[in-house]
């Protein structure tokens, strides 16, 4: 293992792994589209940065037992042998310290478009901070960097109600450890982030073959519409 590592946290492309506000607002098929190719464009990303090795946790399911889906190769993953999404994540970056890991930094597969430029100033910073945040503007995180992980600033994750971005701070400030914060950025979770991200990266979508218009395709919900039922997350 290379000192830098950079660290997928992927679910199987399928609806009842997926985040619900995907399904919601794209409908079940086309939520599957934008998230397969969200994930490949993280991944491309990840696989662009010079000096570092890239390990993917994948919670596979019976119809996507590998990543031929992500890639034609198969890179490889960790299987999450836990029940909660963060006791794999937190897992996962152990192990990658275990296999000889020195800094360990977790981008968000729903971030696409984040610059190259974050990555490798996350590797840098982490040799003189504990920790590094890119927040997304929704309150969550598209890259979180490690030279350690402290488990207990984790207890109870998601935080119900919580800027997950401010409290993943406050707690790694409680713990005495010194934080560099990457700019804001996105997280594709509806129209709006969807056609920004498109827009920014030139990416242009397709559904059954045919580019997806996210006018037509997506149109708004009358004010007060109920949504679809959504099974909930992995």
């Given at each position: 293992?290379?000192?830098?590592?950079?660290?997928?946290?992927?679910?199987?492309?399928?609806?009842?792994?997926?985040?619900?506000?995907?399904?919601?607002?794209?409908?079940?098929?086309?939520?599957?589209?934008?998230?397969?190719?969200?994930a490949k464009q993280v991944?491309?990303?990840?696989?662009?940065?010079?000096?570092?090795?890239?390990v993917i946790?994948?919670?596979?399911?019976?119809?996507?037992?590998?990543?031929?889906?992500l890639d034609a190769d198969d890179p490889g993953f960790l299987v999450?042998?836990?029940?909660?999404?963060?006791?794999?994540?937190?897992?996962?970056?152990?192990?990658?310290?275990?296999?000889?890991?020195?800094?360990?930094?977790?981008?968000?597969?729903?971030?696409p478009g984040m610059a190259d430029e974050w990555i490798a100033k996350a590797f840098?910073?982490?040799?003189?901070?504990?920790?590094?945040?890119?927040?997304?503007?929704?309150?969550?995180?598209y890259l979180l960097g490690f030279n350690g992980i402290k488990a207990d600033m984790f207890k109870d994750y998601p935080w119900t109600g919580e800027n997950k971005g401010v409290m993943i701070g406050k707690r790694a400030k409680s713990a005495g450890q010194t934080i560099y914060t990457l700019p804001e950025f996105y997280s594709v979770?509806?129209?709006?982030?969807?056609?920004?991200?498109?827009?920014?990266?030139d990416t242009v979508?397709?559904?059954?073959?045919a580019a997806v218009n996210t006018k037509k395709d997506f149109p708004a919900k009358p004010s007060g519409s109920p949504g679809p039922d959504i099974p909930p997350a992995a």
């Amino acid at each position: 293992m290379k000192d830098n590592c950079i660290l997928l946290t992927l679910p199987a492309p399928a609806v009842p792994a997926l985040e619900p506000a995907l399904v919601e607002n794209f409908g079940s098929d086309r939520a599957v589209t934008v998230y397969t190719e969200m994930a490949k464009q993280v991944f491309a990303l990840a696989r662009r940065q010079p000096d570092a090795d890239v390990v993917i946790c994948y919670w596979r399911d019976s119809r996507h037992p590998d990543l031929r889906w992500l890639d034609a190769d198969d890179p490889g993953f960790l299987v999450p042998r836990d029940q909660t999404f963060i006791e794999s994540f937190i897992k996962s970056v152990r192990w990658c310290f275990e296999a000889g890991a020195k800094r360990v930094v977790c981008v968000s597969a729903q971030s696409p478009g984040m610059a190259d430029e974050w990555i490798a100033k996350a590797f840098e910073m982490l040799a003189e901070r504990d920790l590094v945040l890119g927040p997304t503007r929704d309150g969550g995180w598209y890259l979180l960097g490690f030279n350690g992980i402290k488990a207990d600033m984790f207890k109870d994750y998601p935080w119900t109600g919580e800027n997950k971005g401010v409290m993943i701070g406050k707690r790694a400030k409680s713990a005495g450890q010194t934080i560099y914060t990457l700019p804001e950025f996105y997280s594709v979770i509806d129209v709006d982030t969807l056609e920004e991200w498109l827009a920014k990266t030139d990416t242009v979508l397709k559904h059954n073959g045919a580019a997806v218009n996210t006018k037509k395709d997506f149109p708004a919900k009358p004010s007060g519409s109920p949504g679809p039922d959504i099974p909930p997350a992995a």
